[in-house]
């Protein structure tokens, strides 16, 4: 299949950085794993992945800006475009030796998100998505699920732990969804929960407190692949990270049950 030069310039950029969290998995003892908090954990392989990442998207962009997860914005020439990359996602999966783990980069071009390109290395599944070009999975189109009763629907969620998020609300939320829906799933990777999304394995997903690296690429790719996507509160998802999505009629049930929860 035939890709625009900015989704070549992505997936070369993935690829790379990819080979290298690969050849990194499973060696936790080399990786100096440090926490920058409580369950929060960085590792060489973040670093390593990010600035592979960085130095292959600037080198093809000269002057974009780059907003990674471990090295913060790092601002360029070109004030309208920012690539937002998270360069492994799933880092506790990574460490556990959990084949579960993606590298995600959005573009953002003043503020709208024009592509987005996720990658998971273990399986070589490479989501990619373009404003209006569509969303694939390995050059196969995506789209979201067509159910639309949430009884029918399996829907993966974000859950808070040791040093993140607040319990009391995550409680609220499985008491009022957990007996309206068919199951609920965790995986672990914010980016991979939307890519699911994408491609119809998951009806809908929500999680609270996410940052923007962690949804740039999937907003973009459950948007091309007919998705609606959102703040819980009707905000900008970007900036709140508290996101919510699934079918037009999904993401609204879904939304109008967490929304009254706070
Ligand atoms: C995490 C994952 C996880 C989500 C966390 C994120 P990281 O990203 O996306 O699914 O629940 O909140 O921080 O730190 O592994 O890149
Ligand atoms: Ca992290
Ligand atoms: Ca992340
Ligand atoms: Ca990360």
Not at 58 to 70: Q, S
Not at 82 to 97: R, Y
Request: glycine share 12%; charged share 25%; hydrophobic share 40%.
């Amino acid at each position: 299949m035939l890709h625009s030069a900015l989704i070549n310039v992505m997936v070369k950029a993935a690829r790379r950085a990819g080979r290298s969290l690969k050849r990194d998995f499973g060696e936790v003892e080399n990786l100096q794993v440090s926490m920058k908090g409580p369950a929060n954990f960085v590792t060489l392989a973040d670093k390593r992945a990010e600035e592979m990442l960085y130095e292959d998207l600037t080198k093809a962009r000269p002057g974009y800006g780059f907003l990674g997860e471990e090295g913060g914005i790092r601002e360029g020439a070109d004030k309208s475009h920012t690539w937002i990359v998270d360069p492994l996602d799933g880092t506790t999966n990574f460490l556990h030796g959990i084949p579960h783990f993606a590298i995600s980069i959005g573009l953002q071009r003043d503020d709208t998100l024009i592509a987005g390109l996720i990658y998971n290395p273990a399986t070589e599944d490479l989501y990619i998505a373009e404003r209006g070009k569509g969303a694939f999975v390995n050059d196969k189109r995506l789209r979201v699920a067509g159910r639309n009763q949430l009884h029918d629907c399996v829907i993966a969620c974000g859950l808070p732990h040791l040093g993140r998020g607040d319990f009391a609300l995550n409680q609220r939320e499985m008491a009022a969804l957990q007996p309206k829906v068919a199951g609920l799933r965790r995986f672990g990777t914010a980016s991979l929960d939307l890519a699911a999304v994408a491609g119809g394995r998951f009806d809908g997903f929500w999680e609270r407190n996410l940052s923007p690296w962690d949804v740039a690429a999937g907003i973009v790719m459950v948007r091309e692949a007919g998705g609606t996507v959102g703040d819980i509160h009707g905000g900008d998802v970007l900036k709140t990270g508290n996101i919510v999505c699934g079918n037009e009629t999904i993401h609204a049930e879904l939304a109008k049950i967490l929304k009254p929860l706070g």
